[in-house]
Protein backbone atom coordinates (compact mmCIF):
# COMPACT_ATOMS: atom_id res chain seq x y z
CA UNK A 1 0.00 0.00 0.00
CA UNK A 2 1.01 3.53 -1.04
CA UNK A 3 1.96 5.47 2.35
CA UNK A 4 -0.78 7.76 3.52
CA UNK A 5 -0.52 10.76 5.50
CA UNK A 6 -2.38 11.62 8.40
CA UNK A 7 -2.78 15.55 8.77
CA UNK A 8 -3.66 16.52 12.20
CA UNK A 9 -4.31 19.58 14.89
CA UNK A 10 -4.94 19.14 18.59
CA UNK A 11 -8.59 21.46 19.01
CA UNK A 12 -10.12 23.26 22.08
CA UNK A 13 -11.00 20.09 23.72
CA UNK A 14 -7.67 18.23 22.90
CA UNK A 15 -9.18 16.15 20.81
CA UNK A 16 -6.71 15.12 17.49
CA UNK A 17 -9.24 16.30 14.48
CA UNK A 18 -7.03 15.17 10.86
CA UNK A 19 -7.55 13.47 7.94
CA UNK A 20 -6.24 10.85 6.11
CA UNK A 21 -4.87 12.21 2.60
CA UNK A 22 -3.51 9.88 -0.17
CA UNK A 23 0.41 9.38 -0.59
CA UNK A 24 0.69 11.75 -3.61
CA UNK A 25 -0.04 14.48 -0.93
CA UNK A 26 2.15 13.69 0.98
CA UNK A 27 4.79 16.60 -0.98
CA UNK A 28 2.44 19.00 0.01
CA UNK A 29 2.13 20.96 3.06
CA UNK A 30 -1.43 21.93 3.51
CA UNK A 31 -5.42 20.86 3.69
CA UNK A 32 -8.37 22.63 4.78
CA UNK A 33 -11.09 22.36 8.09
CA UNK A 34 -14.19 23.83 8.81
CA UNK A 35 -13.49 26.58 11.50
CA UNK A 36 -16.43 25.94 13.13
CA UNK A 37 -15.05 22.98 14.50
CA UNK A 38 -13.80 25.07 16.94
CA UNK A 39 -17.73 25.58 17.96
CA UNK A 40 -18.13 22.04 18.64
CA UNK A 41 -18.42 20.22 22.38
CA UNK A 42 -17.90 16.83 23.57
CA UNK A 43 -21.67 16.11 22.83
CA UNK A 44 -21.13 16.98 19.23
CA UNK A 45 -23.42 20.22 20.01
CA UNK A 46 -22.56 22.87 17.29
CA UNK A 47 -22.58 26.15 19.72
CA UNK A 48 -23.27 28.99 17.33
CA UNK A 49 -22.01 31.42 19.54
CA UNK A 50 -18.55 30.38 19.95
CA UNK A 51 -16.00 32.82 20.11
CA UNK A 52 -13.79 33.45 17.21
CA UNK A 53 -14.98 29.65 15.54
CA UNK A 54 -17.64 32.01 12.82
CA UNK A 55 -19.97 29.26 13.01
CA UNK A 56 -22.86 31.72 12.39
CA UNK A 57 -20.60 33.50 9.67
CA UNK A 58 -20.86 30.98 7.11
CA UNK A 59 -18.77 28.27 8.85
CA UNK A 60 -15.19 29.21 6.58
CA UNK A 61 -12.46 27.26 6.11
CA UNK A 62 -9.48 27.63 8.17
CA UNK A 63 -6.04 26.15 6.87
CA UNK A 64 -3.60 23.54 8.34
CA UNK A 65 -0.49 23.95 7.27
CA UNK A 66 2.77 21.61 8.22
CA UNK A 67 6.31 21.23 7.23
CA UNK A 68 7.81 18.58 5.22
CA UNK A 69 10.83 17.69 8.05
CA UNK A 70 7.85 17.55 10.77
CA UNK A 71 6.01 14.45 8.97
CA UNK A 72 7.16 11.12 10.55
CA UNK A 73 6.30 7.59 9.83
CA UNK A 74 3.17 6.47 12.07
CA UNK A 75 2.54 3.03 14.42
CA UNK A 76 -0.44 2.49 11.76
CA UNK A 77 0.36 0.02 8.55
CA UNK A 78 1.36 2.48 5.02
CA UNK A 79 0.69 5.86 6.83
CA UNK A 80 2.86 8.61 8.08
CA UNK A 81 1.43 11.31 10.16
CA UNK A 82 2.18 15.01 11.06
CA UNK A 83 0.83 17.98 13.04
CA UNK A 84 1.02 21.22 12.16
CA UNK A 85 -0.58 24.79 12.83
CA UNK A 86 -3.80 26.48 12.31
CA UNK A 87 -3.79 29.70 9.76
CA UNK A 88 -7.21 31.78 8.33
CA UNK A 89 -7.61 31.53 4.35
CA UNK A 90 -5.94 34.81 4.16
CA UNK A 91 -2.51 32.99 5.76
CA UNK A 92 -2.45 34.57 9.02
CA UNK A 93 -1.86 32.59 12.20
CA UNK A 94 -5.55 30.97 14.01
CA UNK A 95 -5.77 32.68 17.29
CA UNK A 96 -7.02 29.40 18.41
CA UNK A 97 -4.81 27.39 17.65
CA UNK A 98 -3.13 25.62 20.88
CA UNK A 99 0.43 25.37 19.01
CA UNK A 100 0.32 28.87 18.03
CA UNK A 101 0.03 29.74 21.57
CA UNK A 102 3.18 27.48 22.52
CA UNK A 103 5.14 28.82 19.59
CA UNK A 104 4.41 32.19 20.78
CA UNK A 105 5.14 31.33 24.38
CA UNK A 106 8.91 29.92 23.08
CA UNK A 107 9.45 33.10 21.03
CA UNK A 108 8.38 35.30 24.05
CA UNK A 109 11.21 33.46 25.99
CA UNK A 110 13.36 33.93 23.22
CA UNK A 111 13.64 37.31 23.94
CA UNK A 112 15.42 36.72 26.93
CA UNK A 113 18.29 34.43 24.66
CA UNK A 114 16.37 31.11 26.71
CA UNK A 115 15.04 28.11 24.81
CA UNK A 116 12.49 26.34 26.72
CA UNK A 117 13.11 22.53 27.70
CA UNK A 118 10.15 20.51 28.71
CA UNK A 119 9.67 17.01 29.97
CA UNK A 120 5.98 15.77 30.43
CA UNK A 121 4.42 12.92 32.99
CA UNK A 122 1.00 11.44 31.89
CA UNK A 123 -1.30 9.48 34.19
CA UNK A 124 -4.24 7.29 32.73
CA UNK A 125 -6.72 4.53 33.47
CA UNK A 126 -6.89 1.36 31.96
CA UNK A 127 -10.69 0.24 31.40
CA UNK A 128 -12.67 -2.90 29.95
CA UNK A 129 -16.33 -3.26 28.71
CA UNK A 130 -18.21 -5.88 30.46
CA UNK A 131 -20.78 -8.49 29.72
CA UNK A 132 -23.49 -4.96 29.56
CA UNK A 133 -21.10 -2.85 28.04
CA UNK A 134 -20.49 -1.32 30.73
CA UNK A 135 -16.77 0.06 31.20
CA UNK A 136 -15.27 -1.10 34.24
CA UNK A 137 -11.45 -1.13 35.56
CA UNK A 138 -8.84 -3.45 33.28
CA UNK A 139 -8.43 -6.65 35.20
CA UNK A 140 -4.88 -6.43 37.26
CA UNK A 141 -5.57 -7.72 40.39
CA UNK A 142 -1.58 -7.78 41.51
CA UNK A 143 -0.86 -4.08 40.25
CA UNK A 144 0.95 -2.01 42.71
CA UNK A 145 2.58 0.96 42.64
CA UNK A 146 5.87 1.32 40.39
CA UNK A 147 4.43 -2.41 39.26
CA UNK A 148 5.84 -3.95 36.37
CA UNK A 149 5.49 -7.28 34.32
CA UNK A 150 2.26 -9.17 34.04
CA UNK A 151 0.79 -8.78 37.47
CA UNK A 152 0.63 -5.26 37.00
CA UNK A 153 -0.80 -5.55 33.23
CA UNK A 154 -1.75 -9.36 32.03
CA UNK A 155 -2.56 -8.40 28.49
CA UNK A 156 1.06 -6.71 27.74
CA UNK A 157 -0.36 -3.81 26.07
CA UNK A 158 1.88 -1.79 27.61
CA UNK A 159 4.95 -3.75 25.75
CA UNK A 160 3.53 -2.92 22.59
CA UNK A 161 2.79 0.77 23.38
CA UNK A 162 6.69 0.20 24.35
CA UNK A 163 7.91 -1.32 20.99
CA UNK A 164 5.74 1.25 18.93
CA UNK A 165 7.11 4.12 20.36
CA UNK A 166 10.62 3.17 19.74
CA UNK A 167 9.65 2.19 16.07
CA UNK A 168 8.23 6.13 16.19
CA UNK A 169 11.62 7.70 17.51
CA UNK A 170 10.02 8.64 20.98
CA UNK A 171 12.37 8.37 24.03
CA UNK A 172 10.26 7.02 26.80
CA UNK A 173 12.05 7.83 30.20
CA UNK A 174 9.61 5.41 32.15
CA UNK A 175 6.35 2.95 32.08
CA UNK A 176 5.46 1.96 35.37
CA UNK A 177 2.10 1.14 37.29
CA UNK A 178 0.54 3.90 39.59
CA UNK A 179 -0.62 4.05 42.80
CA UNK A 180 -4.12 2.67 42.03
CA UNK A 181 -4.28 -0.22 39.93
CA UNK A 182 -5.38 0.06 37.10
CA UNK A 183 -3.26 3.12 36.64
CA UNK A 184 0.03 3.75 34.77
CA UNK A 185 2.49 6.64 34.21
CA UNK A 186 4.06 7.57 30.57
CA UNK A 187 7.15 9.63 30.68
CA UNK A 188 8.71 11.03 27.74
CA UNK A 189 12.68 12.70 27.67
CA UNK A 190 13.56 16.51 28.01
CA UNK A 191 13.67 18.07 24.88
CA UNK A 192 12.84 21.19 23.06
CA UNK A 193 9.07 22.33 24.10
CA UNK A 194 7.62 22.73 20.99
CA UNK A 195 9.28 18.94 19.67
CA UNK A 196 8.18 17.31 23.46
CA UNK A 197 4.52 18.77 23.13
CA UNK A 198 4.17 17.19 19.69
CA UNK A 199 5.29 13.60 21.36
CA UNK A 200 2.98 13.73 23.97
CA UNK A 201 0.27 14.47 21.65
CA UNK A 202 1.42 11.79 19.26
CA UNK A 203 2.60 9.49 21.84
CA UNK A 204 -1.08 9.48 23.86
CA UNK A 205 -2.68 9.17 20.59
CA UNK A 206 -0.94 6.30 19.83
CA UNK A 207 -1.19 4.87 23.14
CA UNK A 208 -4.76 4.79 23.51
CA UNK A 209 -5.18 3.33 19.86
CA UNK A 210 -2.93 0.41 20.82
CA UNK A 211 -4.58 0.12 23.68
CA UNK A 212 -7.85 -0.11 21.89
CA UNK A 213 -6.59 -2.96 19.55
CA UNK A 214 -6.71 -4.88 23.27
CA UNK A 215 -10.04 -3.74 23.95
CA UNK A 216 -9.03 -1.54 26.92
CA UNK A 217 -10.09 2.06 27.08
CA UNK A 218 -6.89 4.13 27.85
CA UNK A 219 -8.65 6.98 29.45
CA UNK A 220 -6.41 10.17 30.80
CA UNK A 221 -9.30 12.03 32.64
CA UNK A 222 -8.33 13.67 35.55
CA UNK A 223 -10.69 11.44 37.46
CA UNK A 224 -12.27 8.27 35.83
CA UNK A 225 -12.95 6.28 38.89
CA UNK A 226 -14.77 8.50 41.75
CA UNK A 227 -13.01 5.89 44.45
CA UNK A 228 -9.84 5.80 43.36
CA UNK A 229 -6.69 8.70 42.98
CA UNK A 230 -6.90 11.14 40.41
CA UNK A 231 -4.57 11.40 37.04
CA UNK A 232 -2.43 14.31 36.22
CA UNK A 233 -0.01 15.89 33.26
CA UNK A 234 2.58 17.26 35.25
CA UNK A 235 4.89 19.47 32.92
CA UNK A 236 8.05 19.59 33.84
CA UNK A 237 10.55 22.80 32.43
CA UNK A 238 14.40 24.12 32.42
CA UNK A 239 15.36 26.98 29.38
CA UNK A 240 18.89 25.94 27.75
CA UNK A 241 20.85 29.98 27.55
CA UNK A 242 22.73 30.44 24.33
CA UNK A 243 25.46 28.91 25.54
CA UNK A 244 24.16 25.52 25.86
CA UNK A 245 24.04 25.71 29.57
CA UNK A 246 20.78 25.10 31.81
CA UNK A 247 19.77 28.58 33.16
CA UNK A 248 18.04 27.08 35.59
CA UNK A 249 21.35 25.66 37.21
CA UNK A 250 23.44 27.28 39.88
CA UNK A 251 25.75 24.57 40.19
CA UNK A 252 25.74 20.70 41.05
CA UNK A 253 23.01 20.81 43.64
CA UNK A 254 19.25 21.50 43.22
CA UNK A 255 16.77 22.34 45.21
CA UNK A 256 15.15 25.42 47.23
CA UNK A 257 18.16 26.22 48.65
CA UNK A 258 20.04 26.27 45.52
CA UNK A 259 17.47 29.14 43.43
CA UNK A 260 18.37 31.72 40.87
CA UNK A 261 16.84 34.88 40.27
CA UNK A 262 15.49 32.63 36.73
CA UNK A 263 14.30 30.05 39.02
CA UNK A 264 12.34 32.49 41.63
CA UNK A 265 10.91 34.63 39.46
CA UNK A 266 9.34 31.43 37.22
CA UNK A 267 8.45 30.37 40.77
CA UNK A 268 6.48 33.63 41.96
CA UNK A 269 4.85 33.77 38.47
CA UNK A 270 3.16 30.36 38.51
CA UNK A 271 1.87 30.98 42.65
CA UNK A 272 0.66 34.19 41.47
CA UNK A 273 -1.62 33.08 38.40
CA UNK A 274 -1.94 29.69 40.23
CA UNK A 275 -6.35 30.12 40.11
CA UNK A 276 -6.07 31.75 36.51
CA UNK A 277 -3.75 29.14 35.00
CA UNK A 278 -6.24 26.22 36.60
CA UNK A 279 -8.93 27.26 33.56
CA UNK A 280 -6.46 26.27 31.24
CA UNK A 281 -4.69 23.31 32.68
CA UNK A 282 -7.86 21.81 34.51
CA UNK A 283 -10.65 21.94 32.17
CA UNK A 284 -12.92 19.72 32.50
CA UNK A 285 -15.92 18.99 35.48
CA UNK A 286 -13.73 15.80 36.70
CA UNK A 287 -10.73 17.97 37.01
CA UNK A 288 -12.07 19.26 40.32
CA UNK A 289 -12.88 16.22 41.86
CA UNK A 290 -9.14 15.46 41.47
CA UNK A 291 -7.90 18.81 42.38
CA UNK A 292 -9.27 18.76 45.93
CA UNK A 293 -6.87 19.14 49.14
CA UNK A 294 -4.89 16.71 50.56
CA UNK A 295 -4.83 15.09 47.24
CA UNK A 296 -0.95 15.61 45.82
CA UNK A 297 -2.92 17.25 42.79
CA UNK A 298 -1.89 20.74 42.33
CA UNK A 299 -4.30 22.48 44.38
CA UNK A 300 -3.03 24.47 46.79
CA UNK A 301 -1.46 27.98 45.89
CA UNK A 302 2.10 27.23 46.78
CA UNK A 303 5.81 25.66 45.97
CA UNK A 304 8.69 23.59 47.49
CA UNK A 305 11.45 21.31 47.05
CA UNK A 306 10.91 17.82 46.92
CA UNK A 307 7.56 17.78 48.07
CA UNK A 308 4.85 16.21 46.51
CA UNK A 309 2.01 17.97 48.19
CA UNK A 310 2.62 21.40 46.45
CA UNK A 311 1.66 22.76 43.06
CA UNK A 312 5.17 23.50 41.65
CA UNK A 313 8.22 21.07 43.07
CA UNK A 314 11.71 22.25 42.76
CA UNK A 315 13.79 19.25 41.47
CA UNK A 316 16.65 18.34 43.93
CA UNK A 317 19.05 17.49 40.92
CA UNK A 318 21.11 20.26 39.37
CA UNK A 319 23.25 21.07 36.56
CA UNK A 320 22.07 20.06 33.60
CA UNK A 321 18.92 18.13 35.29
CA UNK A 322 17.67 21.44 37.02
CA UNK A 323 14.61 21.80 36.20
CA UNK A 324 10.70 22.97 38.11
CA UNK A 325 8.08 20.56 37.70
CA UNK A 326 4.27 22.05 37.80
CA UNK A 327 1.71 19.22 39.30
CA UNK A 328 -1.53 21.21 38.41
CA UNK A 329 -2.39 19.86 34.87
CA UNK A 330 -4.20 16.34 33.68
CA UNK A 331 -4.41 15.24 30.44
CA UNK A 332 -7.92 16.55 29.42
CA UNK A 333 -6.22 19.75 29.23
CA UNK A 334 -4.38 20.48 25.94
CA UNK A 335 -1.04 20.25 26.20
CA UNK A 336 -0.25 22.81 23.85
CA UNK A 337 -2.31 25.19 25.70
CA UNK A 338 -1.27 24.06 28.49
CA UNK A 339 2.55 24.13 28.30
CA UNK A 340 2.03 27.69 27.26
CA UNK A 341 0.61 28.87 30.08
CA UNK A 342 2.59 27.05 32.48
CA UNK A 343 5.84 29.16 30.39
CA UNK A 344 4.04 32.26 29.76
CA UNK A 345 2.88 32.47 33.97
CA UNK A 346 6.39 31.37 34.76
CA UNK A 347 7.97 34.28 31.98
CA UNK A 348 5.51 37.09 33.54
CA UNK A 349 7.24 36.44 37.18
CA UNK A 350 10.26 36.77 36.16
CA UNK A 351 9.59 39.78 33.79
CA UNK A 352 7.63 41.48 36.63
CA UNK A 353 10.13 40.52 39.54
CA UNK A 354 6.99 39.38 41.64
CA UNK A 355 7.98 38.54 45.16
CA UNK A 356 8.50 35.05 46.03
CA UNK A 357 6.44 33.47 49.06
CA UNK A 358 8.03 31.19 51.49
CA UNK A 359 7.88 27.88 51.01
CA UNK A 360 6.05 25.31 51.74
CA UNK A 361 6.70 23.39 55.23
CA UNK A 362 2.95 21.89 55.71
CA UNK A 363 2.81 18.02 54.74
CA UNK A 364 -0.37 18.88 52.53
CA UNK A 365 -2.20 16.50 54.77
CA UNK A 366 -2.98 17.45 57.96
CA UNK A 367 -1.31 20.70 57.96
CA UNK A 368 -0.79 23.51 55.10
CA UNK A 369 0.75 26.70 55.09
CA UNK A 370 -0.80 27.86 51.62
CA UNK A 371 -4.50 29.57 52.04
CA UNK A 372 -5.74 29.39 48.93
CA UNK A 373 -6.45 26.57 46.15
CA UNK A 374 -8.15 26.18 42.93
CA UNK A 375 -12.04 27.11 42.24
CA UNK A 376 -14.12 24.31 43.52
CA UNK A 377 -15.80 23.75 40.09
CA UNK A 378 -15.41 24.21 36.43
CA UNK A 379 -17.35 27.04 36.05
CA UNK A 380 -15.53 29.05 38.85
CA UNK A 381 -12.38 28.27 37.26
CA UNK A 382 -13.24 29.73 33.98
CA UNK A 383 -14.10 32.84 35.39
CA UNK A 384 -10.15 32.77 37.19
CA UNK A 385 -8.54 32.29 34.28
CA UNK A 386 -11.08 35.20 32.78
CA UNK A 387 -10.12 37.79 35.87
CA UNK A 388 -6.69 37.48 35.16
CA UNK A 389 -6.26 39.66 32.51
CA UNK A 390 -2.33 39.60 32.44
CA UNK A 391 -2.46 35.98 32.24
CA UNK A 392 -4.97 35.69 29.23
CA UNK A 393 -3.22 38.35 27.36
CA UNK A 394 0.14 36.49 27.50
CA UNK A 395 -1.67 33.17 26.73
CA UNK A 396 -3.73 34.65 23.66
CA UNK A 397 -7.13 36.77 24.21
CA UNK A 398 -8.84 35.07 21.80
CA UNK A 399 -7.85 31.49 23.13
CA UNK A 400 -8.55 32.37 26.55
CA UNK A 401 -11.90 34.12 25.45
CA UNK A 402 -13.12 31.14 23.62
CA UNK A 403 -12.31 28.54 26.48
CA UNK A 404 -14.41 30.51 28.75
CA UNK A 405 -17.24 30.57 26.68
CA UNK A 406 -16.83 26.76 25.62
CA UNK A 407 -16.39 26.15 29.46
CA UNK A 408 -19.64 27.94 30.84
CA UNK A 409 -21.90 25.78 28.37
CA UNK A 410 -19.93 22.58 29.67
CA UNK A 411 -20.65 23.55 33.09
CA UNK A 412 -24.19 24.06 32.48
CA UNK A 413 -24.06 20.63 30.90
CA UNK A 414 -22.49 18.51 33.66
CA UNK A 415 -23.41 19.88 36.77
CA UNK A 416 -25.95 17.46 37.95
CA UNK A 417 -24.10 14.35 36.36
CA UNK A 418 -23.23 11.42 38.28
CA UNK A 419 -19.57 9.91 38.12
CA UNK A 420 -20.87 7.77 35.78
CA UNK A 421 -22.61 10.25 33.49
CA UNK A 422 -19.40 12.26 33.79
CA UNK A 423 -17.23 9.15 32.49
CA UNK A 424 -19.62 8.66 29.51
CA UNK A 425 -19.89 12.24 28.86
CA UNK A 426 -15.92 12.70 28.18
CA UNK A 427 -14.02 9.04 28.10
CA UNK A 428 -13.93 8.33 24.59
CA UNK A 429 -12.20 11.50 23.85
CA UNK A 430 -9.58 12.18 26.78
Not at 140 to 168: H, L, Q, S
Not at 214 to 231: N, Q, R
Amino acid sequence: MTDRLRALFVDHLSIPRGKYLPGSKIGDNDTRFARATFGVHYDRDLLLDAPHAMVRDGMPDMELRWRGDDIRQSWEPGTRVVLGDLYDTDGVPLPLCPRGALKRAIADWGRHGLTPKVGIELEAYALQGDEQGRLRPYDAPGGVVYGTGPFADPMRFNDVIWRKAEEMGFHLDMITAEYDSPQFEYTLTFDDALRAVDDIVLFRLMAREIALDHGIILTFLPKPIAETGGSGMHINFSFVDETGRNALATGPKGGPDHLNDLSRGCLAGLVHHHKGLAGLLAPTATSYLRLQPGSLSGYWQNWGGDHRAVTTRVSCEGGAKARLEHRMADASANPYTATAAVLQAARLGYEGKLALPPIETGDGFDRTDAKQGVAPHLRQAARDLEADTVLSEAVGRELVAHQVFMKEREYRKTRDMEPNALLDFYVWFV
